[in-house]
Structures are given as structure tokens and as C-alpha cells.
């Protein structure tokens, strides 16, 4: 049977049905890795760029990277301060209708950060940003952008090379920056 | 050749944080147990589970019993939780080096994301502290939105331990770094120092002389656990009585 | 079979699909991305990823320790000490932590509910304003708990604007304190009601007849502190601490020498030890002339040496100090032990001093003690409910059915009252038998005040404000009760818009009290300030000292008290340290070990070991024991520090209802008692004597502690 | 009369000693593939299906339970960190030594009886390994992540730990599973290149692939000679350091009763001890179940492992008791409370069973020539001291485990989900055998040949003496 199968398969027949299915095989790997490559769909396209024309610092609408751990999203009522006096605002065709409609109907906008850490990093944005590092080294340049993408995967490897080069020659420094227990607890 | 200024001895401070627990005024109230688990997203794990020694406990109350009725008495209510030893036995056999000494803080890390579960260091650790999560144990919504968020939840096939609370040693350290100073002594303290209705149990920096911890562990009688196995444990207990 | 494929299937398998996906990396969220809901407004007091602190007070029990609670984006994370309230200065006991697995405890009671269905709230406002109008003022009845205190005054209020029965309040912890027994005493003693306050912390030698101060005794986090102070070696001697008690409870388990007396001769004990400090000192005292101390010791089992030594040093020590409490009052004589108790409190010449007896400062506006009721006043008021002269029954923050003696008969009286309404925040025995369930909001999602009645030196008032807004669709009882009132009309409609500004009009005199720990110019800054430090209170001392004239020269009784039944064994019951009335459905405390056995999760009968290996009664055996009053069946602890004529069963198991955690777990010790009161009204709890008998089954009992190194079993005939 | 004397002598050694009884070479390629290529009966497939059926549910299915819902399915706790789990991968590694001992070190020493069960004691190492592996990887808290004690280069900069005695453990299992399988395989090339020139259709290829297109040519010899006499040589101190690294994850520890400096000797003995066992017990059965292995196997090769088992067995009694009589002159209290609990505590009654499995019935049996050669009888003796060996694992690991420094958290150990996958991986070990007895040739047909022809009848004068030649 084992021989049958075997002989089957070696002629041309076979190997067109093998090279489909490897490559069904493959296709759907790489799919998949694509997947999990895409940036997620987000409620609003939002425009960073046009923003950061305007002049809106970063930590205007993400003020808790400077105090605390977490950079945060603004709140609607923030979006709304300066919206609600600007005339775009009511086109019912711009994409700022869906801020309109969230609050009008006081539903919070279900954002997707893009930018994170798994749950086993204790990540602190003050501490870096208190170390003299700016937003755009490791969230990237934002002024071309539409929605936020990570210009590199946050990992371990990559934010051990800052620390390193950070620490220079500072051994005291760094054993904190390489220290396990700095971000993981 | 050994020279003896070489050789540490437990008698030396040697660590940067400690803690001294008085056993005489410790009430056994299981306040630190409680404060503990809220702190650190320790699971509990039911009733079969916990009877059968796999109760999650970063610190537990030990009692034992001298005498027969009526000379009966309960010896001193002894908390134990991890010693965060200098010279720590857990350490050198964790195969992946997901135990390790912190050198910055002189505390013996845990760190979960690069445990792969071989229970080595619990095993080789002299005084049982450590415990393991053998499930993914429940905790139906919405106890979960009480999870400290400073704090990894931990799943099933990872070794888990006190840690000295060291999220309050960042917030602190963060805070302080903020504002440009020092960690004041008593600025912070662990969940378990914290919640102790009796203050039998005191941290701080055993590397700073005028820190309480130190002043309190310079009294004469304190002992350390096992510290003839060489472990330079942080912890100095007294009994009392 | 394809259209049994749900949606919610699909997304239970991509769910696992995650999961996997999860494990497989060795990463923790089980997705990629997840969804944030950013604030509509950010509170402008709060910051991402910053937490916010608030004060409140501690609901679990009603000393009114104060609380601050961590939350971090509208979640209450961790509670610690208030720091500021002179009650616990900054420190919590177990419950107190674990209060948070009641606030995001997963069978709260979600919806205002009638019988199993839900209804909404204006529903429900309705069907209590309906209740209040419909029926005469003295056919409503009240039953409420010890704590809130502010919602005892907005329905004492009530009541005297409606002419309603006054609100009754009853707890489980005060009938196992005795404390209509301690108070009554205090009042027989010296003229004065008030509960005594014990200055464990200044004393030098503390005899305490069965209180156990350590565990859940009146305010548990302060005397804890003054039992630290007590034994603090630093600034003074280390005091010494004897206790007297049948069963070494936790508290015992720290003293220096346990005495286990027969239970019913604690008076009799303390007179004697009286009658021979008396001697030692040379005072002459009429209180201790009918003492003998050979008889004493010959009835307690206490040997006569140890009576004298123990005599010598209350007589010969600086601060002397005893404490009557717990077990010891709740006997048929629990008055007169607790008056020879303090009776010798006059002879140490205490009153009034550092280390002494005083009586409790009375909180802000408090004009006079009051307790809660006691067992007899409670089995008034079943009899009352039974005999169908309430039509409606409130219950708020109590849980009858499970904290009363079955034999009580509170359950079968509920079928007497047309209809019960529970404000209860958990699926209690109690909200199960009820008609309505209205839940309250959570301890921690709540306004309020508690008054600390005793446990600080200042008269304090603990205040509570919600720490995170209500998880679910629950409403504050007073805010329930006011809108009510206004549909009700007539003298139910309270001015008060709401339970805020009833709650201001309540603190407003403090305002400009002297001595306060703040004051303001005007009730909003007053009461951002009681709010940011959790309370009021006054910098001085309010205690009071007791008159000691006459204490001595009262005849005290020093007979043995009675027993209700035939059985061989004392019982004593006792309050669980970690779980006490309420907290059998938090799973960390089920989770925590009992400080004396390390039992997890379960309820065991303490034996002696020997009285077990006469009767042929192995750990974990599972015995019946019978009282006069019913009978359960219990898993045995060979604990070696019980008398061998006495057994003991933890209180705070055997929930019928009450949730996932709580429900079918142990067993109710209340279940062997009855009506038997003592003087002062307070139940018998430890007058009841029971018979054991074996069945044959066994279970095995959770313990923390190892039954090999702690007690040696296995481990060989040596050990 | 004395030349028939002398005839009847011949005849009784030759009847006695394979060595002396040679066959055609074909002839005796013949027999070896006859039993190889005989059609398995239904009882074959019987035990074959039954044994599959154990081992999916035994050892996969459980596995993946296991896997998929936490160690706490095993019966570990605290402080029991470690089980049954452990148990079985010191007994597999154990059971893995025998072969090499008898195929490398007989080899070494020329002991001649070895000659027709290296091979079968060869695939006991290999297969044994492969147990021990999933032993110890079923240990693991997240299996998943196993390769991560693997050195590999990483972007987190991060190395097994070098001073973990189970890192050395991973290294010493891998190389010595590697040199094993590769000298498991150095022998069997000519005989696979025997059994491919005998065999028609996917056997043929089967072989072909593994002869590596042997053709036993003078040169072909040589070097494979050459290899095989490096890698008898070279495996030797490979075995020993494999189990002395694994007496080392219970030796540096500081647990009381682990922390001895006798355990790595006291180990490779307690594994000779089992792998003997073993191998004995499989020749049995090779011999009463395969066609012409009673020509292959013969009383006097039990009689041979016997004596060897015998002085193992003594071997292993002397380094219990140094052990033991060392560990408790110690004084450590902790120690000598564990080993009273060993003797009293719940479990003593394993400990007596270990004495007398490992001491009392082999010294009862074994001293014996005739109960010596009597295979069903000697085969007996190696499965119970098997038992007795497992016991005594069982002992180190759960029952010392019970006791440490903190008599608070002393506790008792229960199997769970171990023990399906004991048997699993058990029936996994013979599934594996059975398969390699229909696929590979269980004699190293030209070893006995080679043997065969360096032994001859001498005679000097009136004796018939036998002589053995030096080949190499």
C-alpha cells in the first residue's frame, strides 16, 4: 500500500499534487505571519501629520508620558476642546463625523494602541523621557504619518542595545539598565 | 589561597534592602497574607488544591506546638517569605536564568517570561518560599479588575516568589529620581509592612545605618534562618519572649 | 448542526485558537491587539497610568477603621491603612484587605430583584414606597446592621419623623463579643453606660478572660497595636500576658501563659485571684470577701500555685490590667464574670491611667452609648415578626438567617412579615428568603460615615465616599429610601435631595467643634476635607474615667455558671480571625489559613487529641455533634491546646447561599445553639454542652501547615 | 575411549559455547534474517496494537492534557517539586547504560560473550534515551519553551545558565544520545548491508539507505573498525559522566539527603544495575520469541550477565551503605531525620522493598551456576531488581523530597497524571523494540561470525583446549 502511495506520487500527477499542496502549505504561513504584520484596524483614521502640522506636540494630547508610565489616549472631551470649534468638524463626509457621532452619543472611541509591550514589561515613558530620549526615537517620525505604526517590533533585543549604548561606560548604570528586575516584575 | 576578609559572613550587611520581623508582637492575623496576594495578583487555588500544599502564599505564618497539654505553647508566629538571600541557593541551578540576583537591587529576581518550569530553584531553596502555578487557576470576572497593574499576572508552568514587593522600589525610585533626591527611609514599604496591624514587620535599606530597618536589626538577639547554609539571608527575626 | 454553530461558539474557538497561538509564543495577552476605551472625560485629578488615592472607611466590620484605596483607572486596586485616622493609624487586618474581593466578588447581586426576576429601579422605588405607605407606621420594621452608622441615622430619622419602629441593629461579632454583656457591666460597675476601653498598650500585665482582642474583639487593628505596644521592649518592660480561656484561640496563642480553666468558673477565678491580690497588697475589697481561691482552683482545673502566682504579679505590678470578653461573658453568668473581671481593674487601681481602664470616647455627636441589640432583644423582635406585627421588614447590612441560632427561629419567623425587602449587596441566606432584594452599593462605591465606639483615645468619625463609581446597576439605600419617601408622601418625604446632602447635614455641626483635626469656614470645604482624610476627629482625648468608688465594695458573685444541655463536652464557638461573619465569599480569605490550625476553605470541630484517642477519633474524621438546640457534622482537628472536656467550632462557614465561594462550604457552629442568655441579654454561646458521635465518614481537612512536621504523623514512631 | 572422551568434551563446549559452535556463514545469515523477516503472528499484533492503544492514550494524550492544562495534573507539590517525572527519566537513563557497558566496555575488555547481544543492548540505549527525554520534558512547567536551555545566539542577549547542573544534564543527555545512536549504527552497517543483498522490495530500499552502500570491501573494514574501536573507547567516559551529571542534580543541591559526594558513583552503579536487569530480561525474550535465537543466545551468556549482575549488585549494596552509614555520621539533624523517615515514614515500606529487590534476590539466586543459566529464572531476577531500582529512585526523589530544612510545609506525594505516562513511555520502550526487531537485524551477525572464527579446538597431545586468535 505504503509502495503504491509511494509510486503515485512520483509521477507527474503526484508531484503537481504535492507542489500544491506545499504550497498551499506555505501560502497560508505566510499569510498568516502577514496577519500579524498588518497595523489594526482602527475606529478613525486618524491623522498624526495633519496634526503635527498644525503645531500639536506630542505631549499635548499624551501627557502621561511625561508624568508616569503610561502615554495614554486622549479622551474624546480633549479631541472635542478644539474640534467643536472647527467647521470641518460637521462635514458629514470627513472621517470626523465618527468623533462627532462618539460624542453626541457619549460613547467612548474603542482605540487600538499600536505601540506595546507584552504584559510581563514594566514599561515607564517618564523615565525615558526624563533620560533625554524623544518620542519619535522609538515611536518614529509621525509627521508623514496617517495612523501610528511601529517603525520596529518592541523587543527585548532592541531595547537592550539602547540601554547598553545608553550606559556606555557607567558600570553602576549599566547593571540598572541590563538589570532583569528593571523591567520585568 | 582564601584570604579571610574574603569570606562573607552573614553578620555583614551585605545586602541593600531587609527586613526585621518581630515574631514576639506578630499576632499571626494573616493581614500580610491577605495584603500580600491583593499586591501581587497571587491566586488562590481552592480548597483540594490548598490542602494538598499547593496553595499560592508569597508569605505564610508558621506555628508549631512545645509541650503537651496543659504546659502547651504555641511557639512565636514565624512569617516566612523569600529571605532574598545574598548568597542564594535558587539561583545557581536555574538552568535558563530565570532566577537571578539583581545586582542593582541586591534582590533575588523571578523572572517570569524566562521560567520554563524544571521547580529547580524551589527545590533547592532552603526555606520553601517559592511556589509554582500548576494550573491556570480562575478567577472569574470580574475579580480580575482588581489586578495591580504594576504586576505581571502570572500563568500556568511558572515559578513565582515575595519579590520585596519591587514595584513599590521602582515607584519609589521613579518618584524620587523625579524630584531629584534619594528614597527617603519609610517613604515606601512592602504590602505586608504596610498592612501589619502590629508593625512586627519593618523594611528599608539594610545598607544605610539610619534607616529604622537597620537601627531595629542591630539589636542583639535577631537571628537569621539557615544562615549556617551560607545563604546571607535579608530577613532578621526576632523572637521575643 | 450547522445553525447550532453560534456566533458565540465561533468566537470561543478563535478564542482558543488565541490561546494557543499565546502559549505557543510564550507571551501573555492571548491577543495582539486590544481594545482601549479611553475616558469621555478625563477626570482632571487623574492621569494615565497614575493611580489616585481615596479615604474611605472599612465596611467589613463596624470598628471604622479608615482606608485608602488605590485605584488606577476606575478600579479599586488595593486598600491599605489610613494613616490619618487615629483609629488604625495607617494599618488594615485581613478582612480589610480582601474587602476588595467583595467589591469585584463575581455573585453580587447585579439588578434591584423580585424573587429571582429582575426588575428596575423605578420598579423599585415604587414597591418601597408602596410598602411604606400602605402599611401602618408601627408594621414597618427595620433590621439593620452595625455598620453603616449613616444610614442607621438617616433611618432613625425616618422613623422619628413617621413614628416607623425604631431601626434595630444586630451583628454577629457583637453577640459573639457579648457586648450588651461588657457594657451592661460597665454600666452596673459604674453608673455610666459606655463601653470600657482597655489600654492594653501602657499596661504591664494583662489578664484577659477570654477576650480575644487579637482576633475580631471590638476593634481588632487597634487592639493589635496595643498589644505591639504591650510587648514593645524598647521603651519600657516587656509586659506580660495571661490568658484564661478553655481553647487556646489566637489570641491566647501569643499569651504568655494560658490558663485553660473549666469554662463557667471564670468568675469565680477572678474573684479569687482578687481575694489573694487583695491580700497581697494589704487593701481590704468586700467585692473578693466571698473568694475562696483552694475551692476556685479545685473547680477551674487551675492549680492554686499558678492562681497565687499569677495574683502576685497583677498585685505587684505596675500596670495591671484584666480584661473580661468573648467566650467568658457568653455564659449564663457572663454579667458576673465580666463585673469580678473588672472589679479587678479597681483593686489594680487602673481607672483612668496609662495602661487602665477607661470608657470608650463617644464618636462626634454622640451623646450617649449605644449598642446593638442583643440575642434576647433580637429573639423580642423575631417573636414580634412571628406573631405578624410587622407587615414589612427592611434588612440592611445583617444576614439574619445565617448569623442568628437557628433555633432563634428567624427564618421560619420571615413567613409571619407580609413582605421583607433586603438591601443586601450579596446573594445572602437572608436576600434569598426575602420578597424584594433592593442592593446597596458596595462598602467601597458608597457615601457614609462610621463612628469608631471604641479602639481610639479621640472621638472619631470614620468617613466613606465612593472610591470608584458602582460596577453594577445597584443604588445607594438612603438615595432608595428618600425617592420612596417622596412618592410615599406625607412624613416620609425627607427634604434631602439626595445621600450626600443628607450625608452634609449630618457632619455639619462639626464644623466648628473645638478641638477638631480640621475645621472650615463652610460645609463644602469641610467636607472636601473630611472626605481627603477620611473623617473627623478631635486632637484631644475623650475618654472618660470610670467612677471607682464603690467598685470594690460591691458583692460579687462567684458561683459556676449553667449549662444548657446533657452532653460530655463544653462547646465553645468562636469567631473565625480571618473569615468572622461575612467574609466566607471572599476567596482570599477562604484562601487564608486560620491563625491557630491553618484550616483553608473548611470549618473543623478542635479536639483534644487525647479525648480523640479515647473516643477512637482520628484527624479529619467526620463526627455529629449534638446539642439541646440541633446537631451538625464536622470534620475533627486534633488541636493540642484545648481542654479535653471542651470542644471549639469557628464561626463564619455553613452558607446556604451567598455565593460561589461561601455556599455548601463547612458548617454553621450557630446551629448548636438556642435561647440561652445571660443577664445582660447577650446569648449563652458557650453555655451549651454537646455530645460527639462518630459516623464514619471522613474529610480532609485543607491545612496550610504540614500534619507530618507539625504534629509528626507519619513520620515514624520516634517522631 | 579417550579420543571419544575428548570428542565428548569438544561436543559438550561447542554445545555450550556459541564461539565453538560455528555455522556456514550463509547458513547463519539465513537464520538471522529468517527471524527478522518472519511474518509477525496475531499475537504479535495483539500486543503491538494493544501497546500502540497504551501509549496514545499513555503517553500523547495525556501529554497533551498535561500540556495543555498544567503540571497540577501530576501529583507535585509543594515541597514535592518534583516526582514521578524525574523517577522515570534516572531509570531510562539508567536502563540506557546497560547497553553501552555491555557492547562498549565488553567490547574494550574483549569479553567474547558479548558478541551476540551488543546490538539488541545497543537499542536499549537509544530506545531508553528516548524515554528518558520525554520524561523529563512532561516535567517541564512550559515544555514549549524547552529550547530556550539550548545555547543559541539571541537578540536578548541572554545564554543557559553554565552553573545549572541541568544545563550540564541537557548537554551530557544530548551527547550521549548522539554517540549512542551513532554507535548503534557503526555495527549495524554490515549487517544491513547483509540483510539488503537478502531482501527484495521497500525493505531493499530501506536497507540500501541505511548500509550507506557497504560492500565489505578490506578497506571498508578497516575504517569501520577504526571507528567503532574510537567510539568503544570514547563512549565509556561518555556514559559515566551522563549519569554522574544526573546523580549531580540531586547531589549539588542543598537538600538534606541529596547533598552527597557519593552520588555519582553510587548512580552509575544503581543504573547498571537496572540496565542489566533489563537486558537480560529483553534477551529472554528475544530468545523464546524469535526464530533461531537459541542458537544465538545461550545459557551461558545469562550465566555471564549473571555473574556480572551479581557483582553489580554487590557493588550497588556497598555504596548504599557508604551512603547511607556517610551521610548519617554527617549529623546534619535534617539528614538524619529524612533517612529514619526513608526506614519508618509512610514510605518505608518501599525502602525494605528496594533492599530486598536490589540485595536480597539477586545474592539468593544469582550465586548459583544452574538457576544462573536458566533464562526465564535470570529474567525474573532483572525485572525485580528493575522494581527495585525504581523504588530506589522513587525514594531519593518524591520520598526525600517530603522532608527539608522547613518541617512547616512537609508533605506526602500521590501520582497523578504520572503514572499514564510511566506506562506510556514504558510501552513506547517495547513498541520501539518490537518495530526494531522486525527492522533491523537484532544479531550483529558478523560479530558472532568474527568470533566464531578466531575460536578454534587445539589440541596439545591428549587435550582438546580451546584457543582464541587476536584479530585485531
Known amino acids: 500500500m505504503i509502495k503504491r502511495l509511494f509510486d503515485w506520487l512520483i509521477q507527474p500527477l503526484g508531484l503537481i499534487a504535492v507542489s500544491i499542496a506545499v504550497l498551499a502549505l506555505f501560502s497560508l504561513a505566510a499569510y498568516g505571519i502577514n496577519t500579524t504584520q498588518q497595523p489594526p484596524a482602527q475606529p478613525i483614521q486618524f491623522p498624526h501629520r495633519t496634526h503635527i502640522a498644525f503645531g500639536v506636540q506630542c505631549l499635548y494630547c499624551h501627557p502621561g508620558a511625561a508624568r508616569g508610565p503610561a502615554a495614554g489616549i486622549p479622551s474624546q472631551s480633549k479631541c472635542w476642546g478644539c474640534h467643536q470649534q472647527i467647521a470641518k468638524t460637521n462635514d458629514p463626509k470627513s472621517e470626523l463625523r465618527f468623533l462627532k457621532a462618539a460624542v453626541e452619543s457619549g460613547t467612548p472611541i474603542q482605540w487600538i494602541p499600536v505601540a506595546q509591550v507584552p504584559d510581563f514589561v514594566q514599561f515607564n515613558h517618564r523615565a525615558h523621557i526624563a533620560a533625554g530620549k524623544n518620542c519619535e526615537d522609538c515611536h518614529g517620525d509621525m509627521t508623514n504619518l496617517t495612523l501610528a505604526e511601529n517603525p520596529q517590533v518592541f523587543n527585548m533585543g532592541w531595547c537592550l542595545a539602547c540601554h547598553v549604548k545608553n550606559a556606555g561606560d557607567d558600570h553602576a548604570k549599566l547593571v540598572k539598565l541590563t538589570d532583569c528586575g528593571t523591567c520585568h516584575y | 589561597m582564601i584570604r579571610p576578609e574574603e569570606i562573607k559572613m552573614s553578620s555583614e550587611e551585605t545586602g541593600k534592602w531587609g527586613m526585621v520581623i518581630d515574631q514576639d508582637i506578630c499576632t499571626g492575623c494573616q493581614a500580610c497574607v491577605a495584603a500580600c496576594a491583593m499586591e501581587n495578583n497571587v491566586t488562590f487555588v481552592g480548597e483540594v488544591d490548598s490542602g494538598y500544599g499547593r496553595s499560592m502564599h508569597w508569605i505564610r505564618i508558621e506555628r508549631f506546638w512545645e509541650g503537651e497539654y496543659p504546659e502547651v505553647k504555641m511557639t512565636p508566629n514565624q512569617p516566612m517569605l523569600c529571605q532574598q538571600c545574598g548568597h542564594a541557593t535558587c539561583e545557581p541551578v536555574c538552568p535558563a536564568f530565570a532566577t537571578v540576583h539583581s545586582q542593582s537591587e541586591q534582590l533575588n529576581l523571578q523572572v517570569y517570561n524566562r521560567c520554563v518550569g524544571t521547580r529547580y530553584c524551589a527545590n533547592n531553596c532552603p526555606y520553601q518560599v517559592r511556589s509554582f502555578n500548576w494550573r491556570d487557576y480562575e478567577r472569574p470576572e470580574p475579580l480580575p479588575n482588581q489586578f495591580n497593574p504594576d504586576v505581571t499576572v502570572r500563568r500556568r508552568g511558572v515559578m513565582e516568589k515575595c519579590t520585596f514587593c519591587i514595584q513599590r522600589i521602582h515607584k519609589a525610585q521613579d518618584k524620587a529620581k523625579s524630584e531629584g533626591r534619594e528614597v527617603v527611609d519609610g517613604e515606601f514599604t512592602t504590602a505586608c509592612a504596610q498592612a501589619c496591624p502590629a508593625s512586627a514587620i519593618t523594611f528599608g535599606r539594610i545598607d544605610n545605618p539610619e534607616s529604622l530597618v537597620s537601627q531595629l536589626g542591630h539589636r542583639s538577639h535577631g537571628v537569621k534562618h539557615l544562615e549556617e547554609l551560607g545563604t546571607l539571608p535579608n530577613i532578621t527575626y526576632y523572637k521575643g519572649g | 448542526m450547522s445553525n447550532k454553530f453560534s456566533r458565540r461558539d465561533f468566537l470561543k474557538l478563535t478564542g482558543v485558537g488565541a490561546a494557543t497561538t499565546a502559549i505557543l509564543t510564550g507571551c501573555g495577552p492571548a491577543s495582539r491587539y486590544v481594545k482601549r476605551e479611553p475616558y469621555m472625560q478625563m477626570p482632571e485629578y487623574n492621569y494615565n497610568g497614575l493611580s489616585t488615592f481615596y479615604a474611605t472607611t472599612c465596611r467589613e466590620c463596624a470598628a471604622g477603621c479608615g482606608l485608602i484605596v488605590r485605584t488606577s483607572q476606575g478600579r479599586a486596586i488595593k486598600t491599605e491603612g489610613n494613616a490619618n485616622n487615629p483609629l488604625n493609624l495607617g494599618k488594615t487586618c485581613a478582612r480589610g484587605q480582601a474587602t476588595l474581593h467583595g467589591l469585584y466578588n463575581p455573585d453580587r447581586v447585579t439588578d434591584p430583584m423580585k424573587g429571582d426576576s429582575k426588575i428596575t429601579w423605578d420598579e423599585a422605588t415604587q414597591v418601597v414606597a408602596d410598602a411604606l405607605k400602605n402599611n401602618k407606621p408601627e408594621e414597618i420594621a427595620f433590621l439593620m446592621g452595625t455598620a453603616p452608622d449613616h444610614l442607621f441615622d438617616f433611618v432613625s430619622d425616618l422613623a422619628n419623623a413617621a413614628g416607623i419602629n425604631v431601626p434595630v441593629r444586630f451583628n454577629a461579632l457583637s453577640m459573639f463579643e457579648s457586648r450588651a454583656t461588657l457594657s451592661k457591666a460597665a454600666e452596673n460597675l459604674f453608673g455610666k453606660t459606655g463601653l470600657p476601653f482597655f489600654d492594653v498598650g501602657g499596661a504591664q500585665i494583662v489578664l484577659s478572660f477570654g477576650a480575644n482582642f487579637l482576633e475580631t474583639w471590638l476593634s481588632p487593628v487597634s487592639y493589635t497595636r496595643g498589644f505591639a505596644g504591650l510587648r514593645e521592649a524598647q521603651t519600657k518592660m516587656r509586659g506580660k500576658f495571661v490568658q484564661f480561656e478553655a481553647t487556646m484561640s489566637s489570641t491566647a496563642g501569643k499569651a504568655d501563659e494560658w490558663i485553660p480553666l473549666k469554662p463557667g468558673t471564670e468568675a469565680m477565678v477572678a474573684l479569687a485571684i482578687g481575694k489573694l491580690a487583695a491580700e497581697m497588697k494589704g487593701v481590704s475589697a468586700s467585692a473578693f470577701e466571698g473568694a475562696n481561691p483552694e475551692d476556685a482552683a479545685k473547680k477551674s482545673g487551675i492549680k492554686l500555685e499558678a492562681l497565687e502566682h499569677i495574683a502576685e504579679m497583677f498585685a505587684h505590678s505596675g500596670g495591671a490590667l484584666a480584661i473580661p470578653g468573648g467566650a467568658a461573658l457568653g455564659q449564663s453568668n457572663g454579667l458576673a464574670v465580666a463585673e469580678a473581671v473588672l472589679a479587678l481593674n479597681a483593686l489594680a487601681d487602673n481607672f483612668g491611667k496609662v495602661g487602665g481602664v477607661y470608657i470608650s470616647a463617644l464618636a462626634p455627636m454622640q451623646t450617649e452609648y449605644h449598642g446593638p441589640a442583643s440575642a434576647q432583644e433580637m429573639q423580642d423582635f423575631i417573636k414580634n415578626m412571628a406573631d405578624g406585627k410587622f407587615k414589612v421588614l427592611f434588612v440592611h447590612g445583617v444576614n439574619p438567617v445565617f448569623e442568628l441560632p437557628a433555633a432563634l427561629g428567624f427564618k421560619a419567623a420571615l413567613k409571619g412579615v407580609g413582605q421583607v425587602i433586603s438591601f443586601s449587596t450579596f446573594p445572602d441566606e437572608t436576600a434569598a428568603e426575602a420578597n424584594y432584594v433592593f442592593p446597596d452599593h458596595h462598602g467601597l462605591e458608597s457615601w457614609g460615615y462610621q463612628r469608631v465606639a471604641t479602639g481610639a483615645a479621640q472621638p472619631v468619625l470614620s468617613g466613606a465616599q465612593p472610591v470608584v463609581s458602582p460596577f453594577y446597576n445597584t443604588r445607594a439605600t438612603i438615595d432608595l429610601l428618600l425617592a420612596a419617601g417622596q412618592i410615599a408622601g406625607g412624613k416620609f418625604a425627607l427634604t434631602f435631595k439626595d445621600e450626600v446632602e443628607f450625608l452634609q447635614s449630618k457632619v455639619a455641626p462639626l464644623m466648628n467643634e473645638a478641638d477638631g483635626f480640621f475645621s472650615a469656614p463652610d460645609i463644602n470645604t469641610f467636607m472636601a476635607s473630611f472626605q481627603q482624610y477620611g473623617g473627623w476627629w478631635k486632637t484631644t482625648d475623650g475618654r472618660t474615667v470610670p467612677a471607682a468608688a464603690d467598685v470594690l465594695n460591691k458583692s460579687m458573685s462567684g458561683a459556676e455558671s449553667k449549662f444548657a444541655g446533657e452532653g460530655e463536652f463544653f462547646f465553645v464557638p468562636f469567631v473565625s480571625p480571618t473569615l468572622a461573619e461575612a467574609g466566607a465569599n471572599k476567596p482570599w480569605l477562604q484562601e487564608l489559613p486560620d491563625p491557630t490550625t491553618t484550616v483553608m476553605w473548611n470549618t473543623w470541630v478542635a479536639m483534644n487529641p487525647k479525648t480523640a484517642e479515647e473516643m477512637g477519633i482520628e484527624d479529619d474524621d467526620v463526627v455529629r455533634i449534638v446539642s439541646e438546640f440541633g446537631e451538625l457534622e464536622v470534620p475533627v482537628y486534633k488541636y493540642p491546646a484545648i481542654r479535653p472536656d471542651t470542644i471549639a467550632i469557628p464561626f463564619g462557614q455553613g452558607h446556604t447561599a451567598y455565593g460561589r465561594y461561601a455556599e455548601n462550604r463547612g458548617v454553621n457552629p450557630t446551629d448548636l445553639l438556642g435561647q440561652n442568655f445571660n443577664e445582660a441579654g447577650d446569648l449563652a454561646f458557650a453555655g451549651v454542652k454537646v455530645k460527639i458521635e462518630k459516623t464514619g465518614k471522613k474529610k480532609p481537612l485543607s491545612r496550610l501547615e504540614s500534619i507530618m512536621g507539625v504534629y509528626g504523623v507519619g513520620m515514624g514512631e520516634e517522631h | ?472
Open chain 4, 1 to 472: 575411549m579417550s579420543d571419544k572422551k575428548a570428542h565428548s568434551h569438544e561436543e559438550h563446549l561447542r554445545e555450550k559455547h556459541l564461539m565453538l559452535d560455528p555455522l556456514p556463514r550463509g547458513k547463519m545469515n539465513e537464520m538471522v534474517m529468517e527471524a527478522m523477516m518472519e511474518p509477525p503472528t496475531w499475537k504479535f499484533w495483539l500486543i503491538f496494537g494493544f501497546l500502540s492503544i497504551v501509549v496514545a492514550y499513555g503517553l500523547f494524550y495525556s501529554w497533551a492534557r498535561l500540556i495543555m492544562e498544567g503540571v497540577g495534573l501530576a501529583g507535585v507539590n509543594r515541597p514535592i517539586y518534583w516526582g514521578i517525572f524525574l523517577v522515570n527519566t534516572v531509570f531510562w537513563i539508567g536502563i540506557s547504560h546497560a547497553g553501552t557497558f555491555i557492547s562498549a566496555i565488553l567490547r574494550v575488555f574483549k569479553a567474547e560473550f558479548r558478541r551476540p547481544f551488543t546490538r539488541a543492548a545497543e537499542l536499549m540505549t537509544t530506545f531508553g534515551l528516548v524515554q528518558a527525554g520525554f520524561s523529563i520534558f512532561m516535567h517541564l512547567g512550559r515544555v514549549w519553551l524547552a529550547y530556550w536551555l539550548m545555547p543559541y545566539p539571541n537578540q536578548r542577549m541572554l545564554w543557559p545558565n553554565l552553573h545549572s547542573p541541568l544545563t550540564w544534564d541537557l548537554l551530557a543527555i544530548t551527547t550521549y544520545l548522539l554517540s549512542s545512536t551513532m554507535y548503534l549504527f557503526l555495527p549495524l552497517i554490515p549487517d544491513v548491508a547483509m540483510a539488503r543483498d537478502r531482501s527484495t522490495g521497500w525493505r531493499k530500499t530501506f536497507y540500501k539507505i541505511l548500509a550507506l552502500g557497504f560492500r565489505g570491501t578490506e578497506g571498508e573494514w578497516a575504517h569501520l573498525r577504526n571507528g567503532m574501536n574510537i567510539f568503544a573507547f570514547a563512549i565509556i567516559p561518555v556514559m559515566f559522566s551522563v549519569h554522574t551529571i544526573v546523580s549531580w542534580d540531586f547531589a549539588a543541591a542543598t537538600r538534606p539527603g541529596w547533598n552527597s559526594t557519593i552520588f555519582g558513583p553510587y548512580f552509575i552503579v544503581g543504573a547498571l544495575h537496572s540496565g542489566m536487569g533489563a537486558a537480560i530480561a529483553v534477551l529472554a525474550v528475544i530468545r523464546g520469541t524469535m526464530k533461531h535465537m537459541k542458537y544465538f543466545i545461550r545459557g551461558e551468556h545469562f550465566d555471564a550477565i549473571g555473574k556480572l549482575m551479581l557483582i553489580i549488585s554487590m557493588a550497588w549494596a556497598y555504596f548504599f551503605f557508604n551512603d547511607y552509614m556517610v551521610q548519617w555520621y554527617g549529623g546534619d539533624k535534617w539528614t538524619q531525620l529524612l533517612l529514619h523517615f526513608h526506614e519508618a515514614g509512610p514510605m518505608g515500606w518501599m525502602w525494605f522493598g528496594m533492599l530486598i529487590c536490589n540485595i536480597a534476590v539477586p545474592w539468593a539466586i544469582l550465586w548459583n551456576q544452574k538457576w544462573r543459566s536458566t533464562p526465564w529464572l535470570v529474567a525474573t531476577v532483572g525485572i525485580i531488581i528493575n522494581v527495585g531500582m525504581w523504588f530506589e529512585r522513587y525514594i531519593i526523589i518524591p520520598v526525600s523530597l517530603s522532608i527539608n530544612r522547613m518541617p512547616f510545609t512537609w508533605r506526602m506525594y500521590q501520582p497523578g497524571i504520572e503514572i499514564p505516562l510511566g506506562i506510556g513511555t514504558l510501552a513506547f520502550f517495547i513498541l520501539l523494540y518490537m518495530a526494531a526487531s522486525k527492522l533491523i537485524p537484532l544479531i550483529p551477525v558478523w560479530e558472532v561470525q568474527e568470533g566464531q572464527m578466531a575460536h578454534e579446538f587445539k589440541k596439545f597431545g591428549r587435550e582438546t583446549v580451546v584457543s582464541v586468535s587476536e584479530l585485531e
